[in-house]
Structures are given as C-alpha cells and as structure tokens.
C-alpha cells in the first residue's frame, strides 16, 4: 500500500519569492509520484509527473520537482511566485502495476501582494 | 488532447432522491474511469474504478448501493448517488486514462452535489 502525506495544510508567501511544497511518500514497491494543482471550484491539473529517469521534474508555469529515493520525497518548487499560483496543490503516488492514484491532504498555496 | 468531461458541474436533490452524475472521455476512449469524492478542504478519496463492460471494483468503506457506477461505453461512466442524503453533499471527481496512456490519467472538472 502506498501512503502520501504533505505536512503543509497551507503556505503563505509573497509575490516574486521562491517556494517549497513538501511531499514525503511511503510504498513497499516502485512508485510514480505527481502534483496536480486545483483552482477555487475547478478539478485538477497536471503540474509534472515522475514516472522514471531524471529525478528532477520540470513541469508547466515554471514549477519543478524534485525525486529523493533515500527521503522518499517529492517536493515541489518555482523561484519565483505570481498571484495567479494561489491554489491547492496535491501530491498523489500511484504503485507500480496500479493506476489508483493515493492523494495527499493537500497544501493551500496562498501569494501575497 | 485527452479531455474529460463531467455534467452536471453542479446540481441540488432532495434528500431522498437519486441524481446521476455524467463522466464522458471526449477525444480518447477510456479502458478505465476512476471516481472521486472529496471533503470540503480535505483530500480526495477514490471511490471506485470501472472498467468498461464490467462492474465497477469499489474501495473499502464505499458503499457500493448507494453509490452506482456504469461503464457503459468507452467514452461514458455514470455515477448515481441513489437515496441522497445531505451527507452525500460533496465534490465528485471522475478521471479516465487510456490503454497507452501510461500512468497519466486525466480529470474532469467535477460535479458539486449539493443535498438538502
């Protein structure tokens, strides 16, 4: 079984500024990790996905993720935030041979001006 | 390409009635739909998955007469929530993928249930 937690429930930062969404994954077998990002009253869209290979993701509107094996994590990254980032964003793991997505809890990205 | 599609994107029942929520694959014919529910401000938690032609493989705790899934074709599954109760209100999300869409699976817009 496959457990997804993201310790975050919300982070607050400021315009321009650099973030860090955290995600630790727990699975006794190989693993495919994504975010997605939900907008107020809308379903979910797909940021990046790591399924094999680099370990560093480059997904859309400039956010990256990083894939540590050793840390069981996959945090999520941009350098530089704008106001329209304001969001939720989810972190979900699906288990080699599966298609069920597990979702984390969530962390709700708030921008400030 | 690979949209999917949910109607209605809110609806209000009566508790007591039964309402049924739409999953269309508009441009891929979906082998598998998934079907979410999530809390207000919490996560998402999958219901069910749905093969096509075959019954539905719901997850523990879901209680699979109250909450009915047809796959009936490659690009629709339905959803109905039967005998709703205000406890049924929430966000439902369904999501297909495909049979050489790897691990990538795609999400509708979802469907607000409101039961009062």
């Known amino acids: 079984a496959q457990s997804v937690t993201q310790l975050d429930s919300q982070v607050p930062v400021f315009e321009e500024a650099p973030v860090e969404l955290r995600c630790n994954y727990s699975s006794s077998v190989s693993v495919y990790l994504f975010w997605y990002v939900q907008y107020p009253n809308q379903g979910l869209q797909l940021l990046l996905k790591?399924?094999?290979?680099?370990?560093l993701v480059k997904g859309i509107n400039g956010f990256e993720a990083e894939f540590n094996k050793s840390q069981t994590s996959f945090h999520l990254r941009k350098p530089s935030v704008h106001i329209s980032d304001t969001a939720e964003y989810f972190c979900?793991?699906?288990?080699?041979?599966?298609?069920?997505?597990?979702f984390g809890t969530g962390t709700r990205l708030k921008v400030l001006a | 390409g690979a949209v999917v599609s949910q109607h209605p994107s809110r609806v209000i029942c009566k508790s007591g009635t039964s309402v049924k929520i739409e999953c269309r694959s508009l441009d891929f014919q979906a082998t598998t739909m998934f079907w979410y529910r999530q809390f207000p401000k919490k996560s998402l938690m999958l219901m069910a998955t749905s093969n096509e032609g075959s019954k539905a493989t719901y997850e523990q705790g879901v209680e699979k007469d109250k909450f009915l899934i047809n796959h009936a074709s490659l690009t629709l599954s339905t959803l109905t929530v039967t005998s709703a109760h205000p406890e049924d209100s929430s966000f439902y999300i369904c999501s297909a993928r495909y049979s050489s869409s790897g691990n990538t699976i795609y999400f509708g817009e979802g469907s607000w249930l409101t039961v009062v």
């Open positions: 979900a793991v699906m288990g080699s041979g599966t298609y069920k997505y597990i």
């Open positions: 790591y399924l094999s290979g680099s370990t």
